[in-house]
């Protein structure tokens, strides 16, 4: 269709050109319609919002607005590379950020390749249904649970260790058993949802492959190493750049929650340290200019690792 | 004969594999539901029990004062009220302005389709960040309104995408060659053609929209302050994480006891919050999956 309309451009008059894209423009007029409550609201709590990080580089005052408000460069990012809480928020992200990927990237292949081996139709729908279903507690309840079960005193897993003679230290106020507790209760409430797009892939792996390793006299293990995991290598890489270009906004949520003023100096990342700069202490424009050096470190780091592994294993998401 | 030439022995490895395959798959079945199953568990029994760890596999001293405590608080049942309303009113403004996009983003007739989808996406790398965004909000008038929870962030560039892949997959071409014989035009088309056929993927989005409505707590936390406009997370947040004493202040032994009550309260408030999700999650579970599935399909 396209080649039609541009061979008949050619000889068609400039009128009859605008005619044809008037009749384009009439045809698509409908659907404008329909992409109109979604295009208000993004440029409403969107694009305006995206404008509005001008003011990382300008002192603002509520009543200048962003317009109004005077330019400062960069000072409140030097404010915050000068700052002691610039260290340690950065070494808490990185080590929260990296201990994700390190654990939480590797368990839902491994529980993929688990769940494919099972043969007992029955049991394996038990297995998925169980172990999906903690992906659905909300984040508020999951850390009601971590702190009850953590309880140092009578906590559930003080009662359990107290079975076997051994005391409860108190970790939920131990800074650097903080990552641990945020990775580790990650990996209970998502590892099952994480391995269903590994499952997928696994499904879709040709049959005749498993065939032909039998007849060779392959075990189920070699063809586990010699099949599965391969053929899993290009989802991995794409979900492994993802996760990479997001290593710096760590759960935000959870890590809030799981705070308090005792393991602050393992928990305090770049995202709870931008929501009580701007929200709490009301330094609008300091907040603003850490939130956007996350961001562009984020997307830094998403095209490095992406880069890489194009280099190594021609995957890649651009 | 030649059939059972061409079957290969079972190995003795594989039989080893096979057992350690069902052992670590049994161990991880009871990590995941055990410590479901003992929120359960100390929910109905006596605290004191609970505490000493008593409390292991069954309930102990059978009891219902947590739940009883909880029913009483006002705060729980307006929580529970607002959730559903904004779960509501939420997941339907989230179908509309999704479903919508999403159908005129799978035409090939739309003029600039590229260009705008790149508005669509955009969001999914980049954005204001929390105060650009809390000023922009608070410029329009939203700052403790009902209204700023279900609308200023229901378009989902990740629905909208889910969406548009099922309509170009899912609805064949031909059927609009048909309508458009018979003089149909394009938002009729969409709406008595379109959307019945489309089931699946708004039971996918719409579920999916409901679930991260039900669960979230931040926007509420930052945009809201009125007490009546609270949403459940956070009554939950102040019984759970705040540890807030909501049924007074006490001294002595009457203490201790409003402290128990306070520790079942808790169990109470995880089960009652969460159990509409887990009672409806067997039945919806497939199209929970097969919304990654869609997702996951790009192009």
Known sequence: MKTKVEDGSLVLSNRSKQSIFGKKLKKSAPLYVLL??????????????????????????????????????????????????????????????????????????????????????????????????????????????????????????????????????????????????????????HVGWDSIIFLAALSAINPTYYEAATMDGAGKLQKILHIDLPLLLPTAMILLILRAGNVLSVGFEKVLLLQNPLNLAGSEVISTYVYKVGLQNFEYSLSTAIGLFNSVVNVIILLLVNWISKRLTKTSLL | MIAQRLTIPKKKTDIIFDIAI??????????????????????????????NGNVLFWPKDWRLDGYIELVKQEMIWRGYLNTILYTIVGTMIGLFVNITAGYALSRRELLGRKWIMIVYILPMFIGGGLVPTYLVVREFGLLDTFWVLVLPFSVSAFNIIIARTFFKNSIPETLWEA??????????????????????????????????????????????????LQPLQLVLRRILIMNESLLGQASGELATEL????????????????????????????????????????E
């Open chain 2, 259 to 298: 402290r128990a009550l306070s520790e079942m309260m808790k169990y109470a408030a995880i089960i009652v919050s969460t159990l509409p999700i887990m009672c409806l999650y067997p039945f919806l579970q497939k199209y929970f999956n097969r919304g990654v599935m869609v997702g996951s399909i790009k």
């Open chain 1, 36 to 189: 109109l409550p979604s295009i208000i609201l993004l440029i409403c709590f969107f694009y305006i919002p995206l404008y509005g990080i001008v003011i990382a580089f300008k002192d603002y005052s509520p009543a200048l607005g962003f317009w109004g408000s005077p330019w400062v460069g960069f000072k409140h990012f030097i404010q915050f590379f000068n700052s002691y809480q610039f260290d340690l928020t950065i070494k808490n992200t990185l080590t929260i950020g990296l201990y994700s990927i390190l654990v939480g990237f590797p368990l839902p292949i491994a529980l993929a390749i688990l769940c494919n081996q099972i043969r007992v139709g029955m049991f394996k729908k038990v297995f998925q249904v169980t172990t999906y279903l903690p992906h659905f507690i909300s984040t508020m309840v999951m850390c009601g649970m971590i702190l009850i079960f953590l309880s140092p005193s009578n906590g559930l897993f003080a009662n359990l260790l107290s079975l076997i003679g051994v005391e409860m230290p108190n970790i939920l106020s131990n800074p650097s058993a903080f990552s641990s507790i945020y990775v580790w209760s990650d990996v209970w409430q």
């Open chain 2, 179 to 228: 309508a458009q014989v018979d003089g149909c035009g394009t938002l009729r088309y969409f709406i008595t053609m379109v959307l019945p056929l489309s089931k699946a993927i708004l039971a996918v989005i719409g579920l999916w929209t409901a679930v991260g409505i039900w669960n979230s707590w931040f926007d509420a936390m930052i945009y809201l302050s009125s007490e009546h």
């Open chain 2, 22 to 51: 069902y052992t670590v798959a049994i161990l991880m079945i009871v990590m995941i539901i055990y410590p479901l199953w003992f929120i359960i568990i100390a929910s109905f029994s006596n605290p004191a029990d609970v505490a």
